[in-house]
């Protein structure tokens, strides 16, 4: 297996100046190796602490990337990721279920952070986004039938982003899909591939026309639970009970989902994971999303059967007392207690 640093223009739009890649054959690795010339650029943009020439204000975050991991600056300068480790399991676990070969975890967190290094300048300021990183495995080997592939590729991607919906912080507005599924029993819901996205932008798309900010899923067996968002895990919360739909093969079981789940157990709510029917939405008090890109994202509204059901935003509730917690222990502002946050150096 070796490892290649290709080096991009950073004046592209996308803002993806290098990538960092894998290439596999079968389950044979040889020893990584960074070319030395790639060296000695990326010991160089390490002694230059400046920030690329970029409006952070004005990030956005229109890629199309759907879901990976963050790189944060703290106040302090220094830059982190939070709990990268489950992204490599994650990674691999997945590609066992599709039948694809995968790097370790070992080599899964050496190319992100070899990609995050030589990107470093990209990281905004505290406040003004993340760098985003996409790991991607895909089949490279000379095949056209259907069957796994003899050769992987694993590249991992970079670019500053500020945030996931264009509502920015503003609450959410999200319209339930009756018609098209997410994902179906013993699919392919909790794998973090692109099966999971493409069946769902027809129905994004026209969400989206009438003004919605996203779409929730209900299962596809029965029509009548609510799963997720196009790209987050959802949370109603209703007094000191905080509950979320059970991660039963058809949804991905999220890292800030699982977060989250831990951070609200720490502060005494009582959490639940379960089959949660569409109508309990009329229940709940609040509605929060999760997830990589979205973060923890209040919802405002949800239409379900033309009926719109408003819900709590705002501060001072449950909802943005979890966030404060997760961004704090993100950016290394609070004390992380639990060994979530890996500084990049």
């Known amino acids: 297996m070796a490892l290649r640093c290709l080096l991009k223009s ?29 060296s000695a650029i990326l010991r160089s943009e390490r002694e230059d602490e400046e920030y690329a020439d970029v409006d952070w204000d004005n990030l956005g975050f229109s890629l199309g990337l759907i879901e990976g991991m963050k790189a944060y600056r703290g106040e302090d300068g220094r830059v982190l990721m939070f709990r990268p480790e489950l992204n490599a399991m994650r990674m691999k676990n997945g590609a066992e279920r599709m039948c694809m070969h995968s790097p370790s975890v070992q080599q899964f967190m050496e190319g992100v952070k070899q990609t995050v290094l030589a990107n470093k300048r990209w990281v905004p300021p505290p406040g003004k986004g993340s760098l ?43 319209y339930v899909e009756e018609v098209i599924p997410r994902a179906y029993i013993g699919g392919t819901g909790a794998v973090k591939a692109i099966s999971n996205y493409g069946p769902v932008l027809d129905a994004m798309r026209r969400a989206k026309a009438r003004g919605f900010s996203d779409v929730l899923y209900l299962d596809a067996e029965t029509k009548k639970n ?13 007094g000191n009970t905080i509950v979320t739909p059970a991660t039963n093969g058809t949804i991905l079981r999220g890292i800030i989902r699982e977060s989250v789940i831990e951070i609200a157990l720490d502060l005494g709510y009582k959490v639940e994971e379960r089959v949660v029917p569409v109508e309990e939405m009329k229940e709940a008090e609040e509605v929060f999303c ?20 408003e819900y709590k935003v705002g501060d001072g509730l449950v909802t943005q007392q979890l966030r404060s917690i997760l961004v704090g222990i993100q950016n290394g502002s609070i004390q992380d207690t639990k060994g979530w946050v890996l500084e990049i150096d």
């Open 10 to 38: 950073p004046t592209t739009s996308s803002y993806i100046s290098k990538i960092c890649g894998f290439r596999m054959h079968g389950t044979k690795a040889v020893a990584s190796v960074v070319e030395e010339h790639v």
């Open 290 to 309: 999760t997830g990589t890109a979205a973060g923890i994202a209040s919802v405002g509204s949800i239409t379900f059967q033309n009926i719109r059901t």
């Open 132 to 174: 985003y990183l996409r790991p991607l495995l895909f089949g490279s080997g000379a095949s056209l039938g259907v069957s796994a592939a003899s050769e992987y590729t694993f590249v991992v991607f970079g670019s500053p982003v500020q945030n996931y919906f264009k509502e920015g912080t503003a609450a959410l507005n999200l």
């Open 226 to 238: 609510i799963e997720e968002v196009s790209a987050a895990n959802i949370f109603l919360v209703k």
